[in-house]
């Protein structure tokens, strides 16, 4: 028989709507050892490369060096993170699902976030899932803007899915592959193959199938960063759920050992060189979400910004028509703090000069004040 590709995948973040109303203060994604630390050594005691859907936007409540530490945490143990849309973080108007946006703010969403994972795990993400399964057909014109081949959103049955391009089949939509959540039907209803959800010997019983059925070869393998967890107070606490644990433990021996199963990340399933890669489309010049908004931004980028600087900014400030972000590496705090809405710390020196050097270099421009309109890239990817 023929075998299935399997991939773990699993979306990283905090139960959403417990986070947005403040039921707990937190940070569940580490659950005190239980969260992706014990999934990640479960993960590596079974070989398996996890495929990590990370909600970077979730930087905009624990800051954006805590998000970093958590994609490094993922990529130096050699697992995969990749982009996890919640726009409700960083959306002004609080819009919870991708489908509820233009396909321009779509754009800049992903752009946000995939920026936001390569410039801390120097790794651009191959997939995408939209959260809360919430995505439209503009979302995967989106991904495909970004370089983002793959997308896992489509769970078929769920109300948010505004689109529906397959079922349980790995196809090709505007522009990428989708991999979509798969599913068993039980009592008229679409199961995922959820840790949480569904029982060893459904998830048996769904190989077997998809092994007699030729359009079906794919298995995605889905929990959550917080599923070996349980609350009994609406998540105001939580304690180890064992069972959980040996309940993954007992998928991942069976995946591995017994199932003639191959598991591999999901940026693995489908191949992506040569012919088979899907065309990425020029990316269209997207103004930033930050710039989005009524100001256009100005963003002043060098290496030791001194008196000069300050003074071309403070005019700039004072006509109360632009937002202003310094990307430098030493500064005097106490000087451009009051001036700048945003100052980005690059780290070190070497790293400022040769990141600025070959951005600025593709866009064709050479200087130390850039517009947000003529550099949207080194925005993007300088300020994510």
Known sequence: ????????????????????????SDNRIWSDGWGVEKIIDLLDAYGVVGSFFTNVYESAVWGRS???????????????????????????????????LPLFEQQGIV????????????????????????FNRD????????????????????????????????????????LPVTFIRSAGQCIKTDLDWIDEKSLRGFVDA???????????????????????????????????????????????????????????????????KPEVTKRPEIIPIETVAVKPTIAFVKLNPQMRIYKQAQALKETGRYRLVLVANRYDRE??????????????DEALKQYCARKTNQAGLNRSILTANQLADVLRRLAP
């Not at 752009?111 to 919430?134: L, N």
């Not at 001036?339 to 070190?348: N, P, Q, R, S």
Request: glycine share 6%.
């Open 139 to 178: 979302t995967l014109r989106a991904c495909d803007a970004a370089g983002i081949a793959i997308d896992s959103s489509n769970y078929m049955g769920h109300k948010l899915c505004r689109t529906v391009v397959t079922g349980n089949e790995i196809v090709r939509a505007e522009g990428v592959w989708e």
């Open 210 to 276: 998809a092994r007699v059925d030729e359009n079906q070869n794919f298995l995605n393998f889905f929990f959550h960063s917080y599923s070996l967890t349980a609350t009994s107070d609406g998540f105001k606490t939580f304690q180890p759920d064992h069972g959980k644990v040996r309940k993954l433990e007992s998928i991942l021996q069976w995946l591995t050992n017994d199932a003639g199963c191959e598991v591999v990340p999901l940026a693995q399933v489908v191949p992506l060189d040569g012919e088979s």
């Open 66 to 100: 805590e998000m970093e530490r958590i994609c490094r945490t993922i990529c130096d143990a050699g697992h995969h993170v990749e982009l996890h849309t919640h726009p409700i973080w960083i959306d002004e108007k609080r819009r919870e699902n991708m489908f509820q």
């Open 111 to 134: 752009e946000w976030g995939a920026d936001f994972i390569e410039r801390c795990t120097s790794r651009r993400p191959v997939c995408h899932r939209a959260g809360a399964y919430g």
């Open 1 to 24: 028989m023929k075998p299935i590709r399997v991939a773990v995948t699993i979306d990283l973040e905090n139960p959403q709507t417990p986070l947005f109303e403040k039921r707990f």
């Open 335 to 348: 000087l451009f703090e009051p001036v700048f809405d945003e100052i980005i710390d690059f780290g070190t």
